[in-house]
């Protein structure tokens, strides 16, 4: 059952347009990712859903709840530059949101024991925010974000800023999130979309352009993939295979090169063949599927 349904919307700033006809549901229980390219509209989208930003056209609706109401109190948002008073600890400051949110003193202080186990930081909750790393400030992040126990949880970008070690942190988080309610978080990184998401929407030029399972994605663009690294640039090692009818595709980058193809046992037999008798400098030769990156360019691309 869907928890929200997103209806025609639209959204303009005076004369541009940025947001063209939106029309997605968000199902209980389930993480989904906006991805989208910078620019593509996913924190205006988020915005809107947050209310934050009205929409110029469009309905979003709740299960449950009244069209044109305040949804507020189902929605946890944490944008993507959050802001903190650097001066109070994690524990002041969530109980201090908790009140905010209209917890009583007593249910404000035990939300905020319960949070900080949960992210992870309950070590440091007596210190000072302004000390903490960026991946413990997106968990304190993610706490306030959740505190009044929302419906769904909406994250801007929550790790496009963090280390390696932050990103994994927050990464991990986002798995315990999806056991508490439903969550949309928006992304440029395909990579993380692929781990923790059930389905995803791609955002490009303010318009939802396909959205679906990673399965349904794959049995949709079918297609074997085989990567190739060289010890020297790519390109000048393939120009006779880029003519072979059985290739679909060739993307090249410096030394890389990924070859797309709905024969793979063809095409194969082709390179390595091609590898042996031209004496290819290859370091790597791997067979695999496609990636989401792969269907992004795909449908970016049509």
């Known amino acids: 059952m869907p928890l929200v349904t997103v209806e025609n919307l639209e959204k303009s700033f005076k004369d541009l347009r940025v947001i063209k006809g939106l029309n997605f549901q968000l199902e209980n229980g389930k993480c989904v990712a906006l991805i989208g390219a910078n620019g593509a509209g996913k924190t205006t989208t988020l915005k809107m859903l947050s209310g934050l930003l009205r929409p110029t056209k469009g309905k979003i609706s709740f299960a449950g709840e009244k069209q044109g109401g305040d949804h507020r109190r189902l929605i946890g948002y944490l944008p993507q530059h959050p802001v903190f008073h650097d001066w109070m600890t994690a524990r002041e400051f969530l109980e201090y949101v908790g009140k905010l949110s209209g917890l009583p003193t007593k249910k404000a202080k035990e939300r905020s024991a319960e949070l900080l186990e949960l992210v992870g930081i309950a070590d440091a909750k007596n210190r000072r925010i302004g000390k903490f790393s960026g991946g413990m400030k997106q968990r304190l992040g993610i706490a306030q974000a959740i505190i009044h126990r929302p419906k769904l ?9 963090l280390d390696p070690f932050g ?6 988080l986002l798995e315990k999130l999806k056991k508490e309610a439903t969550v949309l978080f928006s992304t440029h990184i395909l990579n993380d979309a692929e781990e923790v998401c059930e389905s995803i929407l791609f955002l490009h030029n303010g318009e939802i352009i396909e959205s679906g399972t990673m399965d349904e994605f794959r049995e ?3 297609q074997s993939k085989i990567d190739l690294v060289f010890s020297q640039e790519a390109s000048s090692f393939l120009k006779t295979l880029s003519k072979h009818q059985q290739i679909d595709s060739i ?3 410096g030394n890389k090169a990924s070859i797309y193809t709905e024969n793979l046992k063809a095409v194969k037999e082709v390179i390595l063949t091609l590898a042996a008798k031209e004496n290819w400098p290859l370091n790597k030769y791997e067979i695999g599927s496609i990636s989401l990156e ?4 795909k449908v970016v691309q049509k």
């Open 153 to 161: 949880i909406m994250l801007d970008e929550p790790v496009s800023a």
């Open 167 to 172: 990103r994994r942190e927050v990464l991990e």
């Open 220 to 222: 949709k663009y079918h």
């Open 251 to 253: 993307q090249m980058e």
């Open 294 to 297: 792969d269907v992004f360019m």
